[in-house]
């Protein structure tokens, strides 16, 4: 076989290290920074892979292909396994058929996560052990070995990644091809083993507790921890790429580097440590290794330096080492540092979005957005309360529409809602969700709000994708991972099917329907759902006829900008709309809100604005 | 085996990570080993992009050092600001002479820098400072959308990898019916930084005749 050198992510290379290994299901639900690993896998057509509803239903499909004797892979982020951990446990529980690996990416310095998790920590609490690479080669090559271990001693693996391990492009060689293991298809009955009753759940426990120490005894000479002797004077322990940014800063110490961070290879750490003078250690997050050192009785430093929060990088890990005095060498006079006081970028919503209309309305509505004039002032509250979810519909936070009050998990929005009810507020509650988070996990909370009742009103955001971590598709939009035309599942036969009688549609284009359906739901004593259709600006962009400023009837109110478009811009004391990003009869939001009529295509106005 | 650490960063939208991956794809071809990173995940939705391109002869870490980076190829303005803290004493900054406005700055509550104090900050590492008119130079061409491989073409001339390499892996990266569109762009690009190198050369150093062989200097000796 042709040697391949090839620039891969450490996304595509856990695909192609999978692929090779004769993976054959592949289940995900999208996850920045993993969401990369299920695109790059579907896109061989000897795998099986789908986008699941969610991590819970992906490992649960896993487990079933893993039981039936073909391989199987999970990608997730984080927050995804978080939604996985029954499944993932049970797993762990009963073992598996064929190999099962599970990639969790965790996203230190939370560059698109609600929160920072060390997701090594569930490798303790589910008794599984978790691998680390270091860069897209280690990527590439652990899921050989992750299958095996898997098979070997029977259970999931648990594969770690990080966002700048999965979105950073190393070299990966290889000469390998895809080879599947021979066994037979087909699952074999064994019931102790797989229906976890108590009386069979209590051999398993056991078994798992063996199982560790036996993966213990393996870690000590498994080839993925390696010791690279260097200068004696300080030992270095470390794994993913928190070791890359130490080999930059150290490049004379001595390492152990760990592959498997769970269970850890105790012999090999007391070698190691026996022959250095000072041991550190240096990983990102939490001290997960460090406190399991120090536990072998073993003196180490670790997070005496090095940061448990945000992510590192070589600037953070030299400064932490040459405080505490284990970096000797001259420090030259340190460069000018972030300049301050420029402009920051956060992300926005696209001109054209379909959720800008509806967050427009809300926010009037709720008197949340103040116009640029009046800053400074506090906005009045009118007694509504909007809870939020996960996906680009959580910008509407931002001003100048700040139309989210609440956003923590994905699906949370509705039963935050249910609840705040409960808890007797006056205030009216909105609950916001897009369209694959409602499939996601929206419809237990509603199916919650159907059975135990309330006031309150549902909107769903319905844009046909999943749209944040790269416009995936879902349930909802009736095409698969890999390209194929299948049922869609209907949002608003799922409510209705769930006893929502109360139900409307309206184009998210459509700023009287959207501001006519929310008034009537929010007088309505019941629970009502409002779904708020229209297509992504990005997956359809359509430029024709940008608007333009009236000059003769623009009075410079400002009302527009609160729409928090990008195109709208106030430039020399008056409005201004960007022909090149205003997406114009695709959207004409603008237009609609326009309290003088003001906005319009070029060819009805008479004399346009000047840029 | 010369090092190179660079910098490329704009704002969600302009290319500014295919760029970079081709940056890397050269490199690799050229046998050096290659790492490159991107903050991607919602720059597309009009935030700040910046990939690290790490070329050498083995590279640790991903991420480039504050103060280590040979050269910085800015698609706007604002963001050549904003990383130029990563720029080495005297490394290269090529920087398009064009500015995106943050919603911020559109709702007036910040103010974009002028060309002074963006050439100031950048004056902080060094004075080789260029500014191109890349955005006009490729919507006179008549294709915007060549701004990549156009400021590839500037970067190319401070690199030691063939023209040639440049132009095939550019040729394989970009959609079909497009190569030569974006080939003319690359090219004119390398003319360009030429041209803008030897016009502030010839004012930093007088009447000193500066080889093509001079114009490569951006790596670590």
Redesign the interface.
């Known amino acids: 076989m042709a040697k391949m050198i090839k620039l891969l992510s450490g996304n595509e290379a856990l695909a192609l290290g999978a692929y090779h290994a004769g993976v054959e299901v592949a289940a995900a639900y999208p996850g920045t920074p993993s969401t990369e690993i299920l695109e790059s896998i579907a896109r061989f057509d000897d795998i099986y892979a789908e986008w699941s509803t969610n991590e819970k239903v992906a490992v649960e499909v896993a487990l079933g292909a893993s039981y039936a004797g073909a391989r199987s892979l999970v990608s997730m982020k984080h927050v995804g396994l978080n939604v996985a951990s029954d499944p993932f446990i049970a797993a762990s529980t009963t073992g598996v058929g064929a190999g099962m690996v599970v990639v969790a990416a965790d996203d230190p310095g939370m560059h698109s996560s609600q929160n920072e998790q060390d997701s090594r920590h569930y490798a303790r609490l589910a008794k599984v052990p978790v691998l680390e690479p270091g860069d897209s080669q280690e990527a590439y090559e652990l899921m050989a070995h992750a299958f095996d271990i898997s098979e070997r001693f029977d259970t999931p693996v648990l594969v770690r990644m990080t966002t700048r391990l999965s979105h950073s492009k190393s070299v990966v060689k290889t000469d390998r091809e895809r080879a599947v293991p021979g066994r037979a298809v087909g699952f074999q009955r064994d019931v102790a083993k797989y229906v976890m009753v108590p009386a069979y759940a209590r051999l398993r426990h056991p078994v798992m507790e063996e199982r560790l120490v036996g993966l213990a005894a393996f870690a000590e000479t498994l080839p993925l921890n390696q010791v690279l002797w260097g200068d004696r004077s300080l030992g270095v322990v470390s794994s993913g790429v928190a070791y890359q940014y130490s080999r930059e800063v150290l490049p004379r110490a001595s390492f152990l580097k760990l592959g498997m961070v769970y269970p850890l290879p105790e012999n090999l750490i007391r070698y190691f440590a026996v022959q250095v003078d000072r041991l550190v250690v240096i990983e990102e997050l939490d001290p997960f290794l460090e406190e399991s050192i120090r536990a072998m009785g073993i003196s180490v430093v670790g997070k005496e330096c090095i940061p448990r929060v945000g992510e590192l990088n070589p600037d953070i890990i030299e400064d932490g080492l040459r405080r505490i005095g284990l970096l000797n060498e001259v420090v030259s006079s340190p460069g000018p540092g972030v300049a301050p006081g420029l402009p920051k970028r956060p992300p926005l919503l696209c001109p054209g979005c379909p959720h800008a209309g509806f967050f427009f309305v809300i926010s009037r509505l709720g008197k949340r957005s103040r116009a640029p004039k009046s800053r400074g002032k506090a906005a009045s509250e009118s007694g509504l309360v909007i809870t939020g979810d996960i996906g680009c519909y959580t910008l509407g936070a931002y001003p100048p529409l700040n139309a989210m009050d609440t956003c923590a998990c994905m699906g949370a929005s509705i039963g935050q809602a249910l609840g705040m009810v409960k808890a007797g507020t006056s205030q009216r509650v909105v609950a916001v969700i897009g369209d694959s988070t409602f499939l996601h996990s929206g419809i237990t909370p509603l199916v919650d709000a159907v059975y135990n009742g309330g006031q309150l009103t549902v909107v769903i955001l319905d844009n046909g994708t999943t749209a944040m971590t790269g416009h995936q598709h879902h349930p909802g939009t009736g095409i698969s991972a890999q390209g194929k035309e299948t049922r869609a599942v209907k949002l608003e036969d799922v409510v209705r099917g769930v006893g929502v009688s109360d139900v409307r549609v309206v184009s998210a284009f459509n700023i009287r329907d959207i501001r006519a359906a929310l008034r009537s739901s929010l007088d309505s004593s019941g629970l009502s759902v409002i779904i708020v259709r229209g297509p992504c600006a990005v997956r359809a962009p359509r430029h024709a006829q940008p608007r333009v400023i009236d000059a003769e009837k623009c009075n410079q109110c400002q009302l527009c900008l609160l729409i928090g478009c990008p195109a709208i811009r106030w430039e020399s004391k008056r409005i201004y709309i960007d022909p090149a990003s205003c997406v114009g009869d695709a959207c004409t939001i603008c237009e609609q809100i326009c309290p003088r009529q003001a906005i319009a295509p070029q060819f009805e106005v008479g004399v346009v604005a000047p840029a | 085996m010369k090092k190179f650490d660079l910098l490329v960063t704009g704002?969600g939208g302009q290319g500014v990570i295919l760029a970079s991956?081709i940056i890397?794809?050269v490199a690799?071809a050229a046998g050096y080993?290659?790492?490159?990173?991107?903050?991607?995940?919602?720059?597309?939705?009009?935030?700040?992009v910046v990939s690290h391109v790490r070329l050498g002869r083995g590279?640790?870490?991903?991420?480039i050092?504050?103060?280590e980076v040979d050269i910085m190829v800015a698609f706007e303005k604002?963001e050549a600001?904003?990383w130029?803290?990563y720029l080495r004493l005297g490394a290269v900054a090529i920087v398009n002479n064009h500015a995106q406005?943050?919603?911020?700055?559109?709702?007036?509550?910040?103010?974009?820098?002028d060309d002074g104090e963006i050439v100031g900050?950048l004056r902080?590492?060094t004075e080789r400072i260029y500014l191109i008119d890349g955005t006009s130079r490729v919507e006179a061409l008549g294709n915007p959308r060549t701004l990549n491989v156009f400021l590839l073409g500037c970067a190319s001339v401070f690199l030691p990898l063939k023209i040639r390499v440049w132009q095939d892996i550019i040729s394989q990266r970009v959609p079909p019916g497009v190569q030569k569109l974006n080939i003319t762009a690359f090219n004119r690009g390398r003319k360009e930084m030429r041209r803008v190198y030897l016009r502030q050369g010839a004012a930093e150093y007088g009447a000193r005749v500066v080889d093509t062989e001079d114009v490569r200097g951006g790596g670590r000796a």
Do not use: C, W
């Not at chain 2, 590279?59 to 991420?63: F, W």
């Open positions: 704002v991956n890397g794809e690799l080993d290659v790492k490159k990173t991107d903050t991607l995940g919602m720059a597309q939705r009009g935030g700040s590279v640790y870490s991903p991420l050092k504050a103060d604002l600001a904003r130029s803290h406005f943050p919603l911020s700055v559109n709702l007036e509550d910040e103010r974009y820098p900050i902080r590492s």
